[in-house]
Nanobody, 126 residues
Framework: QVQLVESGGGLVQAGGSLRLSCAAS????????MGWFRQAPGKEREFVAA????????YYANSMKGRFTISRDNAKNTVYLQMNSLKPEDTARYYC???????????????????WGQGTQVTVSS
């Protein structure tokens, strides 16, 4: 089993920044690609960003490119999402996820991720 715990969410004004963290435990974190997804009230969960197991490749949803940065520290078993220039439409619950199998690339497909955290709420005021 793997456990993922997100933190770092909160209330921020438009234009501000937040850094989300996701602490992983329970298996060899460094072998697994990780992703961030988000879900706003009344909307489907959507892909935000992903990072390969080695951290060498990253992937972003188009609307996040240039504003969000995903990174990982395998020594700390933690993946991060730095969010800059936040907009009210970024308001959502943000979820961290780990791919089901090791040594696969990060993807935007939720079905590729077998482990999920409980999420952390991000609210951006206008």
């Amino acid at each position: 089993q793997v456990q993922l715990v997100e933190s770092g969410g909160g209330l921020v004004q438009a234009g501000g920044s937040l850094r989300l963290s996701c602490a992983a435990s329970g298996r060899t974190f460094s072998s697994y690609a990780m992703g961030w997804f988000r879900q706003a009230p009344g909307k489907e969960r959507e892909f935000v960003a992903a990072i390969n197991w080695g951290g060498g490749s990253t992937y972003y949803a188009n609307s996040m490119k240039g504003r969000f940065t995903i990174s990982r520290d395998n020594a700390k078993n933690t993946v991060y999402l730095q969010m800059n220039s936040l907009k009210p439409e970024d308001t959502a619950r943000y979820y961290c996820a780990a791919r089901s199998q090791p040594y696969y690339s990060g993807t935007s497909r939720m079905e590729d991720y077998g482990y999920w955290g409980q999420g952390t709420q991000v609210t951006v005021s206008s």
